[in-house]
């Protein structure tokens, strides 16, 4: 029943195993990473000293500089004026600063709560999927583990992350229509210069992504300030620069950069070094929705929302030095002289050292790295949540996760991304279709058995019984349809139906 269309049921079952047939075909190339967990792309997790990257990132860097080395100079002073002013707001206001809406509002397209998430780059939806629902989602996993209890977490001694993909509660959450439209809603707050550009925001396409269940006192699930979907690959030609997605940051011009802009990112390029447990789909936001009541200080996500500034900072970071070396007060903080954007020069001797970015890594940021973050005071709490509550944040978005859980009851959520319809995102879909049906992991994340023995794990006639249309045509299972299309969307959607067999 993979056809399943909004006129009815079309030849499904017959479909659908022809479908699968040719899916597992393709199991020899759809999951080629080494076996691991949540730790392999983060090397503060798994304790492994940071590498010094091979010297051609300092000819990179002296590329992206050539010409225009007084402009740039210019532009990161501005820049950390800025950034001091606002780090000051944020401090001042903490969770307060995210911008927060009711499910059932986002119909109205409120102008004043877009306004704040294209600046901030954080939203939390509230009321998504009813509380009673989401909760059960969190006991339906506990269940599914106890039947597997060799399903593989991080940390092994206290778990936290699980190695979990296509548990009964992920698929149903990832295909849940309220989820769904919360996603599309999303996504439109992005725009493509390119009325030709092959992508549709209309049709969000699910990425299978792990789950957290954290019980009260853990400290071992602590994820410092972050960014996902590579590191050096921002600053490599044939990473981002693919799309020149940067550019105008690297010349000079951060206050011309728009992280919103979608055609620039559609040939770009984020895992280069096929790392296990990097991203290579276009993820417009990360996201998670809540299993759990969840407060400030509770195991729960902290973020920076300034999204482009620090994304400007940390990417011009590794093209200057201080003229003094680092002081610090009593307090942790760095000394006002330190920070003064008259204390920074153009690197004298370019090294090929790019900040917290490491081969196969995620980005990581601290206080050292990154002085002028301020990452002490500026990453803020989300706010109280409750289960069913879809918590978001723009792709370059800097964020973290509490060094300690100091609440009473557990802090779960289920990470689901927000991803448009785009040709990297299908042909990964493509891959992603035929590990559900195997029961592996997606072809993003670490590899070995996955879930491919685990008692009760859904299959297709589960999507068939759960799902609706939107999302068996997220998962790949049935056709994509829109009422009206842009040129390049129009493309977009009938390469797409025609790769998936509709």
């Given at each position: 029943m993979f056809a399943i269309?909004?006129?009815?049921?079309?030849?499904?079952?017959?479909?659908?195993?022809?479908?699968?047939?040719?899916?597992?075909?393709?199991?020899?190339?759809?999951?080629?990473?080494?076996?691991?967990?949540?730790?392999?792309?983060?090397?503060?997790?798994?304790?492994?000293?940071?590498?010094?990257?091979?010297?051609?990132?300092?000819?990179?860097?002296?590329?992206?500089?050539?010409?225009?080395?007084?402009?740039?100079?210019?532009?990161?002073?501005?820049?950390?004026?800025?950034?001091?002013?606002?780090?000051?707001?944020?401090?001042?206001?903490?969770?307060?600063?995210?911008?927060?809406?009711?499910?059932?509002?986002?119909?109205?397209?409120?102008?004043?709560?877009?306004?704040?998430?294209?600046?901030?780059?954080?939203?939390?939806?509230?009321?998504?999927?009813?509380?009673?629902?989401?909760?059960?989602?969190?006991?339906?996993?506990?269940?599914?583990?106890?039947?597997?209890?060799?399903?593989?977490?991080?940390?092994q001694d206290k778990p936290a992350v699980f190695e979990l993909y296509w548990s009964a509660a992920q698929v149903k959450a990832r295909g849940h229509p309220n989820l769904i439209e919360a996603q599309r809603y999303l996504a439109s707050l992005w725009h493509s210069k390119d009325p030709e550009a092959m992508i549709s925001t209309q049709l969000p396409v699910s990425y299978a992504d792990r789950l957290r269940i954290r019980q009260p006192g853990d400290a071992g699930f602590a994820l410092g300030a972050h960014t996902d979907g590579g590191s050096v690959e921002r600053w490599e030609s044939e990473g981002y620069g693919r799309g020149h997605v940067y550019d105008k940051i690297f010349s000079?011009?951060?206050?011309?950069?728009?992280?919103?802009?979608?055609?620039?990112?559609?040939?770009?390029?984020?895992?280069?070094y096929n790392s296990a447990g990097g991203c290579s789909m276009?993820?417009?936001?990360?996201?998670?929705?809540?299993?759990?009541?969840?407060?400030?200080?509770?195991?729960?996500?902290?973020?920076?929302?300034?999204?482009?500034?620090?994304?400007?900072?940390?990417?011009?970071?590794?093209?200057?030095?201080?003229?003094?070396?680092?002081?610090?007060?009593?307090?942790?903080?760095?000394?006002?002289?330190?920070?003064?954007?008259?204390?920074?020069?153009?690197?004298?001797?370019?090294?090929?050292?790019l900040q917290g970015a490491g081969l196969g890594l995620s980005q990581e940021m601290n206080n050292i790295l990154h002085p002028h973050l301020d990452l002490s005071n500026t990453m803020v709490h989300v706010p109280h949540h409750q289960p069913g509550d879809f918590i978001v944040w723009h792709c370059d978005t800097i964020h973290a996760v509490d060094?300690?859980?100091?609440?009473?009851?557990?802090?779960?959520?289920?990470?689901?991304?927000?991803?448009?319809?785009?040709?990297?995102?299908?042909?990964?879909?493509?891959?992603?279709?035929?590990?559900?049906?195997?029961?592996?992991?997606?072809?993003?994340?670490?590899?070995?058995?996955?879930?491919?023995?685990h008692q009760n794990r859904p299959g297709l006639d589960f999507l068939q019984q759960n799902l609706g249309v939107e999302g068996l045509g997220a998962m790949g299972f049935n056709k994509f349809e829109v009422a009206s299309a842009?040129?390049?969307e129009m493309r977009m959607i009938e390469k797409a139906n025609a790769v998936l067999g509709f």
């Open positions: 269309t909004k006129l009815g049921r079309s030849q499904g079952p017959r479909t659908a195993q022809k479908c699968a047939g040719a899916c597992r075909s393709l199991a020899s190339q759809a999951n080629v990473k080494e076996e691991g967990d949540i730790s392999s792309v983060f090397s503060s997790l798994s304790g492994g000293e940071s590498q010094p990257l091979p010297e051609r990132f300092a000819q990179l860097k002296k590329q992206l500089t050539k010409g225009h080395e007084d402009k740039l100079l210019a532009s990161w002073k501005r820049l950390l004026k800025e950034l001091a002013a606002e780090n000051k707001l944020i401090a001042e206001n903490g969770s307060n600063i995210i911008p927060e809406i009711q499910f059932a509002d986002l119909k109205s397209k409120p102008k004043e709560f877009e306004k704040e998430v294209r600046r901030r780059g954080v939203a939390v939806i509230k009321g998504v999927v009813p509380p009673k629902e989401a909760r059960e989602y969190k006991n339906m996993i506990e269940e599914y583990v106890k039947l597997n209890p060799w399903t593989k977490a991080f940390p000079g011009d951060w206050e011309q950069y728009d992280p919103w802009e979608s055609s620039c990112r559609l040939s770009a390029v984020s895992d280069l276009f993820r417009m936001f990360q996201g998670w929705l809540s299993m759990s009541e969840t407060r400030p200080g509770e195991g729960t996500l902290m973020v920076n929302p300034l999204l482009r500034l620090s994304t400007a900072y940390f990417l011009l970071r590794p093209f200057f030095a201080p003229l003094k070396e680092p002081d610090v007060d009593a307090t942790g903080r760095h000394n006002p002289e330190y920070l003064h954007e008259d204390n920074w020069v153009l690197e004298p001797e370019i090294t090929s050292t060094k300690v859980h100091n609440g009473m009851s557990d802090s779960s959520v289920l990470y689901i991304p927000v991803c448009p319809l785009t040709g990297t995102n299908l042909e990964y879909l493509v891959r992603q279709r035929e590990t559900f049906l195997s029961g592996l992991p997606g072809p993003d994340f670490p590899g070995g058995k996955g879930e491919s023995e842009q040129p390049g």
